[in-house]
């Protein structure tokens, strides 16, 4: 770990965390405020679900990098194309009509020498970090579950591959992604029980399984304090029944959906503090968290993107 | 569909699956579904879980058992003010420990078992990796459904890349274990015959990936056919569980975009496969008032005239001495100073906008699923995690 390090000076981040937690929207606004900075970056998507598209509004992303706004290239892995590429530049493979069975006797191979299709993923990333097509490579990486496995697998592949040149391979591999100064791990949790307790057990696993470095924890979705000194027992008198009847007398209309939907924003806010609270003390204490609030917007897209690259700007003091 | 609820489901199935996205509360439905079940119908009821949120884990009694089938203890239920006519169970699943089983259960002999047991590909694959997971939970499932310990079974599915691979898993795996190609792969090394055709595949291979390596595939290849018959006999009839008329599937997604996608990418996958859709659970749902035009009304006006609302509310006339120590009707705690209470007022009208616009959104959600109306349950968001008993049960009769 290297906090003293900015988080955008690294060359590769993954971002990872449960489900669902925001990992694409993170990892798409981190990406846009590095460009809009001046670096020049890629972001890449590992699942090739379309999601980058729908954040950035970008159209289709393909295993070709695409310029989706100024300085910002998009690109969804493929782990075919990847083999072809590694094959190519790599080997000096000619494309080849074998290339055909090779690709499908891969996808065997992987199913039962799980490794390989990780490796391709995670090699086609480090290669383009070390020939520096670009400043900065934010990966929308897979969920905690399966994240492990991808980073890892240059290691693994090391051990289970003892000659060939995929052996030589891995160790250049295992340099770039185990330098901190080069390569950070970003790990979004939302304040809630499962992803808080995903995220510190994940945050122990790539400590003992990869060599990864960890950089920061986003804590996302976090919703608004209502009340500042003193207001909370304004509100709660208000909440009384005659209060409420006197309230309801002054503005002609229902008071009764407005308050309570103040009072469950409350307990959410609370509910949730809790949790904050828990990532604050059991997280390693030198680690950056950066907190990016909960938007309340109708659809999201590039503007909600925008807006949390805006709050993870200000997070990182920009 | 309150009146229905999913517990006519319970009582005629005798596996509930719960599938959707990551982090929607699919493991707290199976739980919740679990508890109501054991409570309310009786019998034996286990649900089989991955990764549940440790709380409640700890909560059910899970944390020392793992892959062990262990019953909640009845207290529990007493505790939480729940009568329980049945039993329930809750099993973890461990996918390293059942790999394990099931070479143990499928090798030919001690020898076979132990080399697969202890070859690097085949450590990796259980350790390391959880493309197994899904295999791995059909088939733990299918072999206690067998077992016919238990009156229902409602499984949790993990959180996959894609809902559907563990639908697939079986096929896969059968598919996997009786192809040509692999066949075909590993024949080299049995014969160390190189033909003129894959010669130089193996050249190929041999440079990138080293003989050693391809070496141990082929080992492991060539044990994992010793178990060939009892594998894609045992993924056949793991597929024909799933299909079967006793199972059916619950999807279970939050209102927001990618989850909804997912859920109906998911229904349609079921309806494809002739597989039988359970119910859809719409979980984390904003209360229904969010969308009332006359509050977003009011709340309009507390965020425009906050002020001025906060002046009428504070001006109470004095009460008339004596009037307060007899405490008189009409009289009001003091509410706060007038500044104070207007930015209270216009905090809580901008909140009503915010949320609003939220549920809002979510209604649209619900909207688009709304095609299947007769299999929707909704249950609300609570305002604190589920993890006991008490709260799977709260939560449980929502579903119910
Ligand atoms: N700060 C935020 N405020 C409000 N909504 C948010 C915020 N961040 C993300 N979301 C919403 O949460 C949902 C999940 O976000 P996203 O797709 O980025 O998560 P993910 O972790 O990539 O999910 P998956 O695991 O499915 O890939 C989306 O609907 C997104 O718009
Ligand atoms: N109706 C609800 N109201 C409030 N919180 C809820 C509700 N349902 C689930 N939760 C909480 O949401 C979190 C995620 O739930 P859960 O673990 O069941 O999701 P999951 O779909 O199983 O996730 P994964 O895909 O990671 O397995 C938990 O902390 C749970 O307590
Ligand atoms: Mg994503
Ligand atoms: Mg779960």
Known sequence: ?318 | MSAGGLEQLCAAREIVVTCGSGGVGKTTTAAALGAMAASQLGGKVLVLTVDPARRLATALGLERFGNVETQVPPALFAEAGVEARGELWAAMLDTKQSWDDLVRAHAPDAATRDAILANPLYRNITAKFVQSHDYIAMERLHEIHRSGRYDLIVVDTPPTRNAIDFLEAPERMADFFSSRLLRWLITPYRSRLVNAASKPFYTMADRILGSQFLADIAEFFVLFQTMYDGFVERAQAVSRTIADRRTSFVVVSTLEDAPVREAEFFMQALVDRELHLGALVLNKVLPAWFADPAAAEVAGRLVRDADEVAGALTHVPLPVAGEAASGASGHLEPLGERAQVGRVLREIGQSFDDYRIVATREREQAAVLARHPELVVSVPHLDHDVCDLPGLVDLGRALW
């Open chain 1, 1 to 318: 770990m290297s906090p003293d390090l900015d988080l955008l000076e690294r060359r590769l981040l993954f971002v990872t965390g449960k489900g669902g937690v925001g990992k694409t929207s993170v990892a798409a606004a981190l990406a846009l405020l590095a460009a809009g900075r001046g670096q020049r970056t890629l972001l890449v998507e590992i699942d090739a679900r379309g999601a980058i598209a729908d954040v950035l509004e970008s159209g289709p992303t393909a295993f070709d990098p695409r310029e989706v706004a100024p300085r910002l290239w998009a690109m969804s892995m493929d782990t075919e194309e990847s083999l072809r590429e590694y094959l190519k530049l790599q080997l000096r493979v000619p494309m080849l009509a074998r290339i055909g069975p090779l690709a499908r006797s891969l996808d065997f191979v992987a199913t039962a020498a799980p490794g390989v299709k990780e490796i391709l993923t995670v090699g086609k990333i480090a290669w383009e970090v070390r020939e520096r097509h670009y400043d900065l490579v934010v990966v929308d990486a897979s969920a905690t579950g399966h994240v492990v496995g991808q980073l890892a697998a240059p290691e693994a592949i090391n051990e289970l591959v003892q000659v060939g040149r995929v052996r030589e391979q891995t160790r250049w591999m295992l340099d770039l992604l185990s330098d901190p100064m080069v390569t950070g791990t970003v790990v979004v949790a939302t304040p809630e029980e499962m992803p808080v307790t995903e995220t510190l057990e994940l945050v122990d696993r790539l400590e003992v399984e990869t060599r990864v470095p960890l950089a920061a924890v986003v804590v996302n979705k976090v919703l608004p304090e209502l009340f500042g000194r003193g207001e909370q027992e304004v509100f709660d008198r208000l909440c009384t029944p005659a209060r409420r009847h006197q309230l309801a007398s002054v503005v002609a209309g229902p008071v009764d959906p407005v308050i309570d939907g103040a009072d469950l924003a409350v307990r959410l806010r609370r509910s949730r503090a809790e949790h904050i609270t828990r990532l604050r003390t059991e997280l390693p204490r030198d680690l950056p968290l950066l907190y990016v609030p909960y938007l309340f917007t109708r659809a999201h897209g590039m503007r909600t993107t925008r807006s949390l690259a805006e709050a993870l700007g200000a997070e990182l003091g920009y």
